[in-house]
């Protein structure tokens, strides 16, 4: 299936712990985010990369730091987590071109973390 | 920057019945994107209808439809013979347009959608 798979899906640890997310896209796409979805279910973007190169990096704190091995990787890691990282994480792909902008972005599935 | 805002944090609608969802933007830009996103209980993100700027006719998606209003900066998605599978969250969202990756996707806070049997 030609998806963005996000790994794991729920991720419970406690405060002060380090952790991964993982993504990857298999649609050939050329651009990942990652989105954050608060409590009241507001997305915001944290970053985007585009072939491996940071675009777009929002106010976040430092201890988050995205990696993109390819193109087809985004990964996210959040050192010394704390109460308020707890959220759902989304990973989202696109593609460049002119008009392709139109097609919006594939989202996957979310990883819900939990921080105790 | 961009905002989305949408008015109605929560709505409902009996089953077979239609409803209007709201959605006012502000951009100092005059081509972009549109969007209108579900999120169903399970958080899936999913793309229901799009709107390019420049282009003036309203897009229609089976059931869902919108009504652009580029002048004043309102895209409403209207929603007919509703479903109880169109129980969601509903995003609206703007996308500027840019070199790869700056194409970034501004949300609207979401209006959750009831739809009652």
């Known amino acids: 299936d030609t998806a963005v798979s996000q790994t794991p899906k729920y991720l419970v640890t406690q405060m002060g712990n380090d952790k991964s997310i993982k993504c990857e896209q298999n649609l050939g796409h050329d651009t990942m985010y990652w989105y954050k979805q608060d409590s009241k279910k507001f997305l915001k973007i944290m970053f985007s990369y585009n072939n491996k190169e940071l675009i777009i990096n929002e106010t976040v704190p430092n201890r988050f730091s995205p990696k993109s091995p390819d193109k087809a990787h985004l990964n996210l890691h959040i050192n010394s987590l704390e109460l308020g990282d707890s959220a759902v994480y989304f990973c989202a792909s696109s593609q460049d071109g002119p008009g392709q902008g139109m097609y919006g972005y594939t989202f996957g599935s979310g990883t819900r973390l939990t921080v105790v | 920057a961009q905002t989305v805002t949408q008015s109605q944090p929560e709505m409902s609608v009996q089953e077979a019945e239609t409803v209007t969802l709201s959605c006012t933007y502000d951009?100092?830009?005059?081509?972009?994107?549109l969007f209108w996103y579900k999120q169903p209980p399970s958080r899936q993100m999913i793309l229901v209808i799009r709107?390019?700027?420049?282009?003036?006719q309203n897009a229609t998606e089976n059931r869902f439809s919108v009504n652009f209003q580029k002048a004043a900066k309102s895209f409403s998605l209207k929603i007919s013979d509703s479903q109880l599978g169109d129980t969601a969250m509903y995003f609206c969202?703007?996308?500027?347009?840019?070199?790869?990756?700056?194409?970034?996707?501004?949300f609207g806070k979401g209006t959750k959608l009831t739809v009652n049997p």
């Open positions: 709107q390019e700027a420049y282009k003036q």
């Open positions: 951009t100092s830009e005059s081509n972009y994107y």
């Open positions: 969202a703007f996308m500027n347009l840019g070199p790869g990756g700056s194409e970034k996707l501004v």
